[in-house]
């Protein structure tokens, strides 16, 4: 089958899912409707869907444990939600409802003969990246040639049996699976693109990229769709969707999440490893999910995994010293240097600041040995070190063409790959960078009130607020801290206001680059853009940079209302 056709014959099966009461009769232009991420949906909605999908994961957890909800009403709330996010953004490859409906009633029969929730996760609905493996249901990665096979593979006995051990987790928490969420071919972009649903929008803004490579995941989330799903981050795959669409967003260190049993690209690449992550609509669902997931001993079970339990006193110690004067440190960048950061996002981190300082938290700036663009470089090396003959093969199954935005990751023939000795050397490097960076984060010691080196760095996800299709170019911002494998969390800060967010006339571009950037700055295509920040924390800090997300999200709020 030619390849066009192959992708609308599983586009349409997707939305061959959606239950025909649920399908809308028309969708409106981004002209007509820019933003869905609020109220415009609740038209569609019943009150009770309403309310449901307008909950934090916190509160659908306890009273569906409690019995005050149904696990079946809440999972048929977010079904329906999702597939009328799904119509307007394209967020989905894979929607199961009827298998979750089944799931929930069976969490429903549990809690009425057990009068006990099935687990700390009883009822919740989690939305997955197309990357899990979930038993009875397609996983294709955006790719048409991994359609009816096991990635790729024909004949493997694996096919739609396959299950990741994270989704078997989920399910023995109580979590309810409903769909898997798009994804850009190759995974490493930072646009949702592919020739299956073509391009995944932005919630809160439709001119915009949803961000990649977790994109799908936040386009529903954004959109209400979701309240908790997992993503994958190995450039900025988590935390870009999380900012561009006005979300919280973990990227953990290497090893605290299982990844066992996962699909991924250039797998076997150990350098700059991708780890998995939660997006939620509040920092309450990203603490639910992992301390969940860190309770059911994943080091067990994945030999990747570091045998570390959630550590309560870790986050009560920050929240302690968050009340007292001077009790955290920050630091904080502007400019990687190369691309400055639009108005918005510089206003952002402006806000972020001032509210800290406010409570009497010290904030000084992060100037490391070693500059931004140079620590992503070496990142940039890692990527490529195969020389795309991963995503080549991987178009080649089905004599696909991969979009525009893929071109840096898929060659029209594969490149030259780095031979044993060059990925040692890229070993080393790495090393040797992440023992430089750890000595100067120690070395803030001397800068600081409280006698201690900064709780947490405050730095832009991106030079934009949200991406325009085909304009994503710079991920400088985002894949340093993969290279340190550092833990972050993003928090959403403010909206892009056009009356405000106006380029300074004094503004002079320092490369050519940095020009063709700021003249890709449409004000009003950016009016409304959600615009996040990230907190970024050293390796295996996960409960710390959840605390502190609370924390200064807090403040940030606080100040706004």
Wanted: charged share 20%.
């Amino acid at each position: 089958m030619d390849w066009r056709a192959l992708a609308k014959q599983k586009r349409e099966s997707t939305i061959a899912q959606i239950p025909k009461e649920w399908v809308l009769p028309t969708i409106p232009p981004p002209a007509e409707q820019r933003d869905i991420s609020g109220v415009w949906m609740h038209q569609y909605l019943t009150p009770e869907e309403i309310e449901i999908t307008s909950s934090d994961a916190e509160k659908v957890v306890e009273l569906a444990s409690a019995g005050r909800w149904k696990a079946v009403d809440i999972a048929s709330a977010f079904c329906h939600r999702a597939a009328i996010a799904h119509q307007v953004l394209n967020c989905l490859h894979e929607f199961f409802p009827q298998q979750a409906l089944e799931a929930a009633r069976a969490l429903d029969e549990h809690l009425t003969s057990t009068g006990k929730p099935k687990g700390v996760l009883h009822g919740l609905p989690v939305s997955l990246k197309d990357q899990f493996h979930v038993k009875g249901v397609e996983t294709t990665m955006g790719y048409l040639g991994w359609i009816g096979t096991f990635e790729g593979k024909k004949g493997t006995g694996k096919e739609r049996v396959h299950e990741s051990l994270m989704v078997k987790d989920l399910k023995d928490l109580g979590a309810v699976l409903y769909c898997k969420t798009a994804v850009p071919s190759t995974l490493m972009s930072g646009e949702t693109v592919n020739n299956i649903i073509d391009y995944c929008w932005n919630s809160a803004n439709r001119n915009l990229s949803s961000g990649g490579s977790s994109g799908g995941e936040g386009a529903l989330i954004g959109a209400g769709g979701s309240v908790v799903g997992f993503g994958t981050d190995i450039g900025g795959s988590i935390r870009i969707p999380a900012a561009f669409n006005g979300l919280y967003g973990l990227r953990p260190s290497s090893g605290r999440l299982p990844y066992e049993g996962m699909a991924n690209s250039m797998d076997g690449q150990n350098s700059i490893l991708s780890v998995v992550g939660p997006l939620s609509s509040t920092p309450g669902g990203l603490k639910l999910v992992t301390k969940a997931l860190l309770g059911m001993q994943p080091w067990s079970y994945d030999p990747m995994v570091v045998e570390l339990p959630w550590r309560e006193e870790v986050g009560e110690q920050v929240s302690r010293r968050a009340t007292e004067d001077g009790g955290l440190t920050f630091a904080i960048f502007w400019d990687d240097g190369e691309i400055r950061p639009y108005p918005s996002v510089r206003r952002a981190l402006e806000k972020v600041k001032a509210e800290i300082e406010k409570k009497g938290h010290q904030v000084i700036e992060w100037s490391p040995p070693k500059s931004i663009g140079a620590i992503s470089d070496i990142a940039m090396g890692v990527f490529m070190s195969d020389g795309g003959v991963d995503a080549y093969n991987a178009f080649a199954l089905a004599h696909e063409e991969p979009a525009p935005q893929l071109a840096p990751i898929v060659p029209t023939t594969p490149r030259t790959q780095a031979t044993a000795s060059e990925v040692a050397a890229m070993n080393v490097t790495i090393r040797e960078l992440r023992k430089e960076l750890m000595d100067y984060w120690n070395s803030t010691v001397s800068l600081t009130k409280n006698g201690r080196p900064i709780d947490a760095i405050i730095s832009p996800v991106s030079p934009y607020p949200a991406a325009r299709r085909e304009m994503y170019t710079h991920y400088a911002y985002t894949s340093w801290v993969n290279a340190l494998d550092w833990t972050t969390v993003v928090i959403p800060v403010l909206r892009t206001d056009k009356a405000v967010d106006v380029v300074d006339p004094s503004f002079t571009p320092r490369s050519e680059a940095e020009k063709l950037e700021f003249e890709n700055y449409d004000l009003d295509m950016y009016d409304g853009a959600k615009v996040g920040v990230q907190l970024v924390g050293r390796r295996l800090q996960e409960e710390k940079m959840i605390e502190i997300a609370a924390q200064v999200s807090r403040w940030v709020k606080s100040a706004s209302e």
